[in-house]
């Protein structure tokens, strides 16, 4: 069993930035990778990033150059920079978790994230 809590999210301008945590149960290095993804009003969830137990990192098209996905194995702790918000950024964001690829993922509540205009 994974706990998730994802935190950091709000209401900003277009062109801010925020940065959402995602706090675990577990130790980050025993996940064998974890994910952000978000749902816009009426859309699907997509994956935005993902990072390993390794640490290598990876984007979703849609997010090279604005989303930063990084960990603090200290504090078991993801984290997702997002910087020169807009708003198509709206979205809850998930944090996801897959501690041993193809069993059992564990989701966070979500987070909101709006950006007016």
């Known amino acids: 069993q994974v706990q998730l809590v994802e935190s950091g999210g709000g209401l900003v301008q277009t062109g801010g930035s925020l940065r959402l945590s995602c706090a675990t149960s577990?130790?980050?290095?025993?996940?064998?990778?974890m994910r952000w993804y978000r749902q816009a009003p009426g859309k699907q969830r997509e994956l935005v990033a993902t990072i390993t137990s390794g640490g290598s990192t990876g984007y979703a098209h849609s997010a090279k150059g604005r989303f930063t996905i990084s960990r603090d194995i200290a504090k078991n702790t993801m984290y997702l920079q997002i910087d020169n918000l807009k708003p198509e950024d709206t979205a809850v964001y998930y944090c996801n978790a897959e501690p041993t690829l193809g069993l059992l993922n564990y989701w966070g509540q979500g987070t909101q994230v709006t950006v007016s205009s």
């Open positions: 577990r130790s980050i290095l025993r996940i064998n990778i």
